[in-house]
């Protein structure tokens, strides 16, 4: 078999499987670790904010 045969049925199989299923993984990793509500909550919002009145910057809170 080439090795270019070899690679291009490689890839489309288990190199496939494999970086969905590293997709999926971080994905889930991003959305339920401890922490990330509040970390992401602030970059979600800087489509929203204006030049000549920036969005108020959140203080973290003290726990």
């Given amino acids: 078999m080439e090795t270019y045969t070899f690679l291009r049925q490689f890839a489309d199989s288990w190199m496939l499987l494999a970086l969905f299923t590293f997709f999926v993984g971080m994905v889930l990793w991003v959305l339920f670790r401890p922490g990330s ?25 003290e726990s």
Avoid at 38 to 57: G, Q, S
């Fill in 37 to 61: 509500t509040e970390t992401y909550e602030d970059v979600a919002n800087i489509p929203f904010r204006h030049e000549d009145k920036p969005a108020p910057e959140r203080q973290p809170e």
